[in-house]
């Protein structure tokens, strides 16, 4: 199980749990809907990484590749920051929350295609990478 994974499906309890805490608590139908689809979505995404680490594992021990691992990358501290920002920019003014957000958009871009070059680096993808260059 990967660790995004193990991190929704606990996010996903939590709010479940909350979400009738809440109902019981409180005479507010609307937060209680509120937490529960959020519950529920954490739930989903955890799900369905555990689902799509689980398919790319299988792919790779068919084709006998090794387990795909994405080195060290200054991407998660750029997520960390722009949340940081995002908040404040929440309790103080837009603008700040439009920094935070371009922010956590140039982080995912980056988080992503430094996977993409790991996974390439690593061989994963040695199909198109030798065809690739065969043609130059």
């Not at 795909?68 to 603008?95: C, D, E, K, Q, R």
């Not at 995912?108 to 130059?136: F, L, M, N, P, Y």
Request: with cysteine; aromatic share 10%; glycine share 12%.
């Amino acid at each position: 199980m990967s660790t995004f994974s193990r991190i929704g499906l606990i996010l996903g309890v939590l709010f479940l749990i909350d979400s009738f805490v809440y109902l019981g608590l409180q005479s507010n139908k609307q937060g209680f809907v509120l937490i529960l689809f959020t519950g529920v979505g954490f739930a989903y995404l955890g799900c369905y990484a555990l689902l799509a680490v689980r398919k790319a594992r299988h792919e790779a021990a068919e084709e006998g590749l090794g387990e795909p691992h994405v080195g060290p990358t200054i991407w998660p501290l750029v997520f960390a920051v722009s949340a940081v920002v995002m908040v404040v920019g929440i309790l103080v003014t837009p603008v700040i929350l439009v920094i935070g957000g371009i922010l956590f958009v140039v982080a995912a871009v980056g988080w992503i295609s430094a996977a993409r070059k790991q996974w390439h680096v690593d061989g994963h993808d040695a199909g198109e990478h030798a065809s690739s260059t065969a043609e130059h």
